[in-house]
C-alpha cells in the first residue's frame, strides 16, 4: 500500500509580507488616482480570519470575513488560554474549529476562490489563526500570503497615513459655506469632472449636523479612519484633493486628526466658500428634509429640534419651531435653523488657517453649474500649482452656461495675489 504523502508544515508554502507589500498585492501601487477614491476593488481574494465582532468593529477595506472563530467561541478559547495555559487553548481551538475546516474551503469557493489562485489571510497580530488557516489553504492547493504583524499593523499604518502627524497626500481644496448651499452635491460633481474627492459625510453615513441622521448606522470610528487611510493612499499627488469643510465629527463618527488639520489649513490649497441667497437656502433645505411632509418627518424633525438642539437654541425658539411644524411652516422652520447654523459656521470658519480664500457666488441650487462655477474659479491657482485632472472623467453636465457668466471669484494669499 502507498504510503500517504507527508503534510506540509504550516509554515511551509506561505510567506509573510509586510504591511506596504501586502497593501500592493490587494490594491495595486499608492498613489494611482482615481475618481472615486473609496471604490473596493481588491485585486486578490483577502481574508479576515478574525471573529465576526471583531471584523464588524473595523477591518481592511475589500477583506471578506471567513473566521476561525466565532464571537462565542474566541471567547472560550480566550478564557481557556488564560486559566489553562497554551496548550489546552489550543486543545479547546482545535475541537471548536476542526470539525469547520471543510466549510472554510467552501465559502473560500463562494467568494470565487479558483484551485492555486492567490490569496491574501490575515488575523490580528499575523499569529496563530492567520497561520492556521493559511496553512489550511495552502495545503488545499492555493497560494497563500499573510500579514506581517497582522491587522495590528494595519493600524499602525492608519495612524501614519491620516493621524497627528500625517502629512498631506496632495493640495487641499475645502468647500466651505454655510447650511443649504448644497457642498455635498458640488462635491460630487466635482468627482464628477475627475476631481479627486473624499467625501466625509458619505462615509460617515452621516449629513454633518442635528438633522444629518440618514437612517443608516454610523461606522466605527476605527472602520472610518480604515476606510479613510485606505483612500489617502491612493490619492494623486499632483491633483487636488476635494474635501468638504465639516467640524472634528461627522455625527458619531470622529474625523481624524491628520484629516481635521487638513482642512483646518487647507495645506497648499485653499478655502474654496459657496455663496447663496438665503431663500435658495430655505428652499434646499425644504426639499432635503421635508419633501414628504409626512407625520414621520415631523416627528422625526420635532425630536431633532427638542432633543440635541434645545440647549443651544434656547427654550422660546424651540417652542416657536415646534409650533411652526405642527402648522406645516417648513420654509419659517428652515429660515430659522439657518439663522443659527449660519452663526455658528461663520464662528466656526473664521478660525480656518487657511491663507488662500476663494469665494464663488453661486445663484442657483443647480449642483452640475455651481460645479462648473467653482472649477473656473480655483483654475487660476491650479495653473499655478501645476495641478493635473484624473484621466478619463465623467462628461460634465450640459447646464453650464448661464450659471458660468455669474461667476465672482477673489483669491487671497496674505494680502492680493488675483
Not at 476561525?68 to 496548550?87: C, H, I, M, P, Q
Not at 481624524?256 to 459657496?274: E, Q
Not at 420654509?331 to 480664500?357: C, F, G, I, N, P
Request: one cysteine or more.
Amino acid at each position: 500500500m502507498a504510503e500517504f504523502p507527508a503534510l506540509p508544515s504550516p509554515s511551509e508554502g506561505v510567506a509573510s509580507l509586510d504591511i506596504e507589500t501586502f497593501l500592493e498585492a490587494l490594491d495595486g501601487p499608492p498613489q494611482q488616482g482615481q475618481t472615486d477614491l473609496t471604490e473596493n476593488r481588491p485585486r486578490l481574494l483577502t481574508i479576515d480570519v478574525r471573529s465576526p465582532a471583531e471584523f464588524e468593529e473595523g477591518h481592511i477595506p475589500g477583506a471578506v470575513n471567513i473566521p476561525l472563530f466565532d464571537n462565542e467561541s474566541r471567547a472560550v478559547v480566550g478564557t481557556d488560554f488564560k486559566r489553562k495555559g497554551r496548550y489546552e487553548a489550543i486543545r479547546k481551538g482545535l475541537q471548536l474549529a476542526g470539525p469547520n475546516f471543510a466549510s472554510f474551503l467552501d465559502t473560500l469557493q463562494e467568494h470565487g476562490a479558483k484551485h492555486g489562485s492567490r490569496l491574501l489571510v490575515y488575523c490580528w497580530r499575523g499569529g496563530m489563526r492567520s497561520g492556521s488557516m493559511a496553512w489550511l489553504f495552502s495545503l488545499s492547493g492555493y497560494e497563500v500570503q499573510t500579514l506581517q504583524g497582522g491587522y495590528r499593523s494595519y493600524r499602525r499604518w492608519c495612524k501614519k497615513m491620516v493621524g497627528p502627524d500625517a502629512i498631506p497626500p496632495a493640495p487641499v481644496m475645502v468647500l466651505g459655506g454655510c447650511t443649504g448651499v448644497g457642498k455635498t452635491a458640488i462635491l460630487h460633481e466635482l468627482r464628477a469632472r475627475g476631481k479627486q474627492i473624499l467625501d466625509l459625510e458619505g462615509l460617515a453615513k452621516h449629513r454633518g449636523s442635528a438633522f444629518g441622521a440618514t437612517g443608516k448606522t454610523q461606522p466605527s470610528n476605527e472602520a472610518f479612519e480604515n476606510i479613510l487611510a485606505f483612500a489617502v493612499r491612493r490619492v494623486r499627488p499632483n491633483c487636488c484633493l476635494w474635501i468638504e469643510h465639516e467640524a472634528k465629527h461627522v455625527g458619531k463618527a470622529l474625523v481624524p486628526s491628520g484629516i481635521a488639520s487638513w482642512v483646518s489649513d487647507a495645506t497648499l490649497g485653499a478655502m474654496v466658500v459657496i455663496s447663496m441667497p438665503k431663500d435658495l437656502r430655505v428652499r434646499r433645505l425644504v426639499q432635503d428634509y421635508c419633501s414628504d411632509a409626512s407625520e414621520e418627518t415631523r416627528d422625526q424633525l420635532k425630536q431633532c429640534i427638542s432633543g440635541g438642539l434645545a440647549k443651544r437654541l434656547g427654550g422660546q425658539r424651540v417652542k416657536d419651531a415646534l409650533r411652526l411644524l405642527d402648522e406645516s411652516r417648513w420654509d419659517e422652520v428652515a429660515s430659522m435653523m439657518l439663522d443659527y447654523y449660519d452663526t455658528l459656521y461663520k464662528k466656526w470658519a473664521s478660525q480656518s488657517r487657511s491663507s488662500k480664500r476663494i469665494e464663488v457666488d453661486c445663484p442657483t441650487l443647480d449642483a452640475a453649474g455651481n460645479a462648473d462655477l467653482v472649477v473656473q474659479a480655483v483654475q487660476p491657482l491650479e495653473l499655478d500649482l501645476g495641478i493635473q485632472t484624473l484621466s478619463e472623467p465623467v462628461a460634465t453636465s450640459e447646464a453650464t452656461a448661464e450659471a458660468a457668466a455669474v461667476v465672482t471669484a477673489e483669491v487671497t494669499a496674505e494680502g492680493n495675489c488675483q
